[in-house]
């Protein structure tokens, strides 16, 4: 087994130049001797030479992009980032920089993109320390040399970590993460199968954490028949079958997910706290053919026990509801997750449910969802106030839109300029001059640009009601604002004073108009 794994020393390709003799006494070492991670030839070269380098580019990490760093650790990563592997040691010891356990791993944490010089800060470090790396440094340099590929000194950290006894699941979970991110999976199963060798139980969390790794990377089929595989040697449990599930939703696999939720149900039953599986197994039916039709199939199943999906689920079904206009599909779910509290939904979900709703023209069920938002712990924001006043301006439905103007208007939050220049005209048209300069008074002590057409509009509209007097004042208001009046307008308004022998009015609104 462990000859699939690792190779002999020599058959390394590594060059000459490259060579690190981490054997090598620190001058300040004490009498005692630590079995250091890394062989010379195994750290050369930046991956194992019998295997292709994965072609998944990880991006890692860099000291640069943390703004909170000390000065120490800056010149301690600077260093490890920009100094050659040969020099390292002496480099960061003309420093003169003491160290500490957490240091270490701050630094480790950010060197990622420097294998070598980072395992050499790692060996110069512990002359520091007398040997008493962290198991978190330790876990660290195992997972900085797996995630560059370099397997062999990898294997070499861990049989060091053993003879300190600090070997631990978490540092075969970062084995097998850092396997399955290069695409040898095959390799990442081998570990797992002789971790026991090192003191560390193959038992159901060590399976997980290997499945995890391997659905992680879109490989759920080689970890659903591996699973198969150990069924009958390690009993799972409702963590196991989680992860295949949301390996199956992340491929989009529906017969895949129908399958392992069959064999969870009949191996460990249903369980309320499954919350997970549930969750994953409901999106993923989301994504099929058949999608919300199926959905509510198996959801009335798992209701009937109990059993509901979390947040995910009602989110991403909230989703899909509005993207295909489903608002029944939209309506049973939310009244059994959310009716029930099951769930509390958030701010982004009472949005796009009531814009759902809006564009339906069901806006009995929009506005009882705006006034129930409280009761859910949410409070309507702007986005959602200007969704439903919107919508409410675009289907003529100006009477409902006055008490959602006059809220948004206390609560601070500014309609939309172009939905107020749409409100001014559907209160023209519908014969409501009061709110058509309420709404046009809002605008011009909110808005400074783009009120030209609705101010001509709202002086004409006025005029043509036979409301003059209120018609001038308004295009006084106007004027004054440097707002342009049309000629066009001041002929109408001309024209109906004129009729009832205010033509004094029109002269002195002309006045005006031609000085500004």
Not at 76 to 98: H, K, M, Q, S, W
Not at 313 to 330: H, N, Q, T, W, Y
Not at 491 to 502: A, D, E, I, N, P
Request: net charge neutral.
């Amino acid at each position: 087994m462990r000859n699939a794994r690792k190779r002999p020393l020599d058959e390394d390709s590594s060059s000459s130049s490259s060579k690190m003799n981490l054997n090598k006494k620190h001058p300040h070492s004490s009498s005692r001797s630590l079995d250091y991670p890394i062989e010379s030839n195994h750290v050369a070269s930046h991956h194992d030479s019998h295997h292709p380098i994965s072609s998944k580019r990880l991006k890692f990490t860099s000291y640069t992009e943390v703004s909170t760093l000390t000065p120490k650790l800056k010149i301690l990563c600077e260093i490890i980032a920009n100094t050659p592997a040969a020099t390292v040691e002496r480099v960061l010891e003309d420093t003169g920089i003491r160290v500490s356990q957490q240091n270490v791993e701050e630094v480790l944490t950010l060197s990622y993109g420097f294998p070598v010089p980072a395992v050499k800060f790692f060996r110069w470090s512990s002359f520091q320390l007398n040997d008493k790396h962290s198991p978190y440094s330790w876990n660290l340099v195992v997972d900085i040399l797996g995630k560059n590929c370099l397997f062999d000194a990898m294997w070499d950290a861990i049989k060091s970590m053993r003879k300190e006894m600090l070997l631990s699941l978490s540092t075969f979970a970062s084995v097998f993460s850092s396997y399955a991110i290069s695409h040898r999976v095959q390799e990442a199963i081998l570990s797992f199968e002789v971790m026991d060798q090192y003191g560390v139980p193959r038992d159901v969390a060590a399976l997980n954490s290997l499945l995890h790794a391997i659905t992680r990377e879109g490989k759920t089929a080689v970890a659903k028949d591996y699973a198969d595989v150990m069924k009958d040697k390690i009993r799972f449990d409702s963590e196991t079958y989680a992860i295949l599930l949301e390996g199956a939703e992340n491929e989009g696999d529906v017969g895949r997910a129908k399958q392992t939720f069959s064999n969870m149900v009949a191996d460990i039953g249903w369980n309320p706290r499954n919350m997970a599986a549930y969750d994953s197994f409901l999106c993923t039916l989301l994504k099929g053919v058949d999608g919300m039709h199926e959905v509510l199939k198996f959801f009335d199943t798992m209701k009937d026990r109990a059993c509901y999906p979390g947040m995910k689920f009602l989110k991403f079904a909230i989703d899909e509801c509005v993207m295909k206009s489903d608002s029944k599909g939209a309506k049973v779910i939310w009244e059994e997750m959310v009716g029930k509290n099951i769930c509390r939904p958030n701010n982004e979900m009472c949005r796009s449910l009531i814009s759902l709703y809006c564009n339906l023209k069901d806006f009995e069920s929009a506005e009882k969802l705006l006034d129930e938002m409280v009761f859910y712990g949410v409070f309507p924001d702007s986005e959602t106030y200007n969704s439903i006043f919107h919508f409410s301006i675009k289907h003529r439905r100006i009477k409902n839109a006055i008490p959602i103007f006059k809220e948004m208007v206390k609560n601070e939050f500014a309609p939309m300029h172009q939905d107020c220049s749409a409100a001014v005209k559907a209160y023209i048209d519908g014969g409501d001059p009061h709110m058509a300069i309420k709404v046009w008074r809002y605008m011009t002590d909110t808005y400074s640009t783009d009120l030209d057409e609705t101010g001509n509009l709202l002086v004409t509209g006025l005029r043509d009601m036979n409301r003059v007097p209120e018609a001038v004042k308004c295009a006084e208001d106007i004027i004054e604002r440097g707002i342009k009046l049309n000629s066009a307008t001041l002929t109408k308004l001309k024209q109906s004073l004129s009729k009832v022998g205010k033509a004094s009015i029109y002269e002195e609104l002309l006045r005006k108009w031609k000085y500004h």
